[in-house]
């Protein structure tokens, strides 16, 4: 069974630039969550879909991100404009059951 | 304010003995608890879970303890391997929320 998948794996940008994540869940996980870990501190929750719905975006930073997952399969976190505390760790994780996400290895974001 | 915290940012044990890795946390609205482990470049892996209704649970060589009334719980290995060495983190959340909160993680490293 294939893991959670995520592209790219880093992305360097400059401030003002977007930049689209991608992340791909397991099949059949209708729980989809974005994470954020910023310079080696906790992970912290972005949001939460099931299927195609948000569930939870409370831990969305700004309006600056956008979160979409059509037809419930894959996600996209799109951050535009860019700015240099963006840069992170974003990880993705689904899960079938609540609270036991399969993550995925991470996109090493740089803002520079 | 971090509901979350692994106060020993890192903790090195020779191989074969005990290694304690201590959490607390401040929201008494958890009941739910995991532990996360991580190897770098890979995402967090799951490692194991205690419903706030134990106060034990073990799994191989690993067991996590909880004690509500101080809002701590601890994960033992023993014995220790070097290939558990990694980034452990402990986490939180309520069984009614899908959000799961983070600590900032503690870097084992085991000493062969």
């Known amino acids: 069974e294939a893991g959670v998948t995520q592209f790219p794996s880093h992305s360097v940008i400059e ?32 949001l939460h879909f099931v299927k195609e719905s948000k569930q939870d975006e409370s831990g969305m930073p700004n309006n600056r991100f956008l979160a979409e997952r059509t037809g419930g399969t894959y996600s996209t976190l799109k951050v535009q404009p860019a700015e240099l505390e963006d840069s992170g760790v974003y990880f ?14 991470g996109t090493r974001l740089t803002v520079l | 304010d971090q509901q979350v915290k692994q106060n020993s940012p890192s903790l090195s044990v020779q191989e074969g003995r005990i ?25 967090p892996t799951f490692l194991i879970s205690i419903s706030s209704i134990k106060d034990k ?4 060589r690993f067991t996590v303890f909880l004690n509500k009334s101080a809002k701590h719980l601890s994960l033992h290995i023993v014995p220790s391997q070097p290939g558990d060495s990694a980034v452990y983190f402990c986490a939180a959340k309520e069984t009614s929320y899908d959000k799961v909160i983070f600590g900032p993680g503690t870097s084992l490293s085991v000493i062969p």
């Open chain 2, 19 to 43: 290694s304690i890795l201590n959490c607390d946390y401040t929201n008494s609205m958890f009941d739910y608890f995991l532990w996360y482990k991580k190897y770098p470049a890979e995402g």
């Open chain 2, 57 to 60: 649970n073990e799994d191989g």
């Open chain 1, 15 to 46: 401030k003002g630039q977007t930049v689209t994540l991608r992340c791909d869940p397991i099949s059949g996980h209708d729980n989809l969550y974005w994470y954020r870990r910023v310079m080696g501190k906790e992970i912290k929750f972005l």
């Open chain 1, 92 to 105: 993705c994780a689904s899960s079938q059951e609540f609270g036991r996400g399969f993550f995925g290895p």
